[in-house]
């Protein structure tokens, strides 16, 4: 797990416990319990159940599991999976994907070295 980034920022924005959730979407619950394990700072749970709900569609996980994989909150976390979650949740009109999506660059060398530029 990285401690620092030279690219981490407050500027990424995700959803937390005290967010409105879309319970109807499919997803729902496991965004919830994705929200709970961050909130305890248990990053890899976080991230198996925002995965979860990623794949089935739910827009805050998509973001929210993005933001995991661009603040570099777990290993392994690639700058071109984050930016296509940011994508598929903005597809479905979710405001945060779509700011978040102004906030985030990436470039060449960020690609190479795995890192963002924000």
């Given at each position: 797990?990285?401690?620092?980034?030279?690219?981490?920022?407050?500027?990424?924005?995700?959803?937390?416990?005290?967010?409105?959730?879309?319970?109807?979407?499919s997803g729902?619950?496991?965004?919830?319990?994705?929200c709970q394990?961050?909130?305890?700072?248990?990053?890899?749970?976080?991230?198996?159940?925002?995965?979860?709900?990623?794949?089935?569609?739910?827009?805050?996980?998509?973001?929210?599991?993005?933001?995991?994989?661009?603040?570099?909150?777990?290993?392994?976390?690639?700058?071109?999976?984050?930016?296509?979650?940011?994508?598929?949740?903005?597809?479905?009109?979710?405001?945060?994907?779509?700011?978040?999506?102004?906030?985030?660059?990436?470039?060449?060398?960020?690609?190479?070295?795995?890192?963002f530029v924000?």
């Open positions: 797990m990285h401690s620092t980034h030279p690219w981490q920022s407050q500027v990424l924005l995700s959803y937390s416990l005290e967010d409105e959730v879309d319970m109807d979407q729902g619950h496991e965004f919830k319990l994705a394990y961050e909130y305890q700072q248990s990053y890899l749970r976080a991230q198996f159940w925002y995965q979860t709900s990623a794949r089935k569609g739910h827009r805050q996980g998509q973001n929210n599991l993005a933001v995991t994989y661009a603040l570099g909150r777990v290993e392994q976390a690639s700058p071109v999976d984050a930016l296509n979650w940011l994508l598929k949740s903005a597809e479905q009109g979710d405001l945060l994907a779509k700011r978040n999506l102004t906030c985030l660059r990436i470039d060449s060398q960020s690609l190479s070295n795995q890192r924000i």
